[in-house]
C-alpha cells in the first residue's frame, strides 16, 4: 500500500494523524504522511512519528520508508501522530523555491546551459553547471529578475501532471511551468531576498550560491 503524500496537498501542515501500515524493525510505513523523504534535490523533513524521532526517510518508488529507533512500540494499524520541524521545512521550501527562480531565469537568458547538480538544505541552495568563463557575470541580472518576482508577490500554482505516475509541476503565470516534485510554497514573497556567491569548482564547472537575507 502506497503513502498518500500530503505534503503536496497541503505543504504547510506541521502535524498529522496517520495509520502505520507496516513495520519491519526499526522500519515503519504509514497510509499517509507530511514528512518529505530526500529527493529532487530537497533534504528530508526532520520529525517524529509519535515520540519516536524519524532517523531517515526513504523514497523507494511511490513508497516513503521511515527509520526510526529498533526499540518502539509501533504496531502495524495503530493510529500514530506525525509532526515535522516547521521551522526547517520553511526555509527549505523557501530556498528550494529561489533556487527553482535562479535556474529557470538561467535557463532562459543563457541557452539552458546544462545542470549537472542541484542540492537545498537549510542554509543555502546550491546549482551547478558546466560553464565556460565566470558565471558570477549573470548575477546582477539574476538578483535583480529574481528579486523583481520576488517582490511580485506572484501565486505559484503546484499540481500534477500525471497524478497515476506522481509527476507533479509548479507554474508561474508568464514566467514558466517545471516538472518538480518538491513541496512548494503559495506565493514568491514567502522567500524573502535572494543573493548569489560564485563558488568555482573547477573543469569547467561553476556553482551558484544561493542564499536568503
Ligand atoms: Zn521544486
Keep these: 500500500m502506497q503513502v498518500k503524500k500530503v505534503f503536496w496537498d497541503d505543504p504547510y501542515l506541521t502535524e498529522l494523524t496517520a495509520k502505520v501500515t507496516s513495520i519491519n524493525g526499526g522500519m515503519v510505513t504509514v497510509d499517509r504522511t507530511i514528512a518529505y523523504a530526500f529527493s529532487g534535490g530537497q ?3 526532520y520529525g517524529t512519528i509519535n515520540q519516536y524521532p524519524i532517523l531517515n526517510a526513504e523514497k ?3 513508497q516513503i520508508v521511515y ?3 529498533e526499540e518502539h512500540d509501533l504496531h502495524v494499524d495503530d493510529e500514530v501522530l506525525i509532526k515535522i520541524d516547521w ?7 523557501r530556498l528550494h523555491f529561489a533556487a527553482e527562480i535562479i535556474l529557470e531565469l538561467v535557463y532562459q537568458n543563457y541557452n539552458r546551459p546544462e545542470k ?4 537545498i538544505s537549510v542554509d543555502k541552495a546550491r546549482l551547478d553547471f558546466f560553464w565556460q568563463g565566470n558565471i558570477s557575470q549573470t ?12 517582490d511580485d508577490d506572484v501565486m505559484i500554482k503546484s499540481e500534477f501532471s500525471d497524478q497515476a505516475s506522481e509527476i507533479r509541476y509548479w507554474e508561474i503565470e508568464n514566467f514558466a511551468r ?10 514568491t514573497g514567502e522567500i524573502g531576498k535572494v543573493s548569489l556567491k560564485r563558488n568555482n569548482i573547477g573543469k569547467g564547472k561553476e556553482r551558484i550560491e544561493i542564499i536568503l537575507v
Design 116 to 119: 549537472i547538480g542541484a542540492h
Design 87 to 93: 521551522e526547517r521545512r520553511y526555509k527549505l521550501m
Design 178 to 187: 517545471v516538472s518538480c516534485g518538491g513541496t512548494h510554497i503559495k506565493k
Design 60 to 62: 523507494i518508488g511511490k
Design 139 to 150: 548575477f546582477d541580472f539574476l538578483e535583480r529578475e529574481a528579486n523583481r518576482l520576488i
Design 43 to 45: 533534504e528530508s523533513d
Design 67 to 69: 527509520s526510526l529507533e
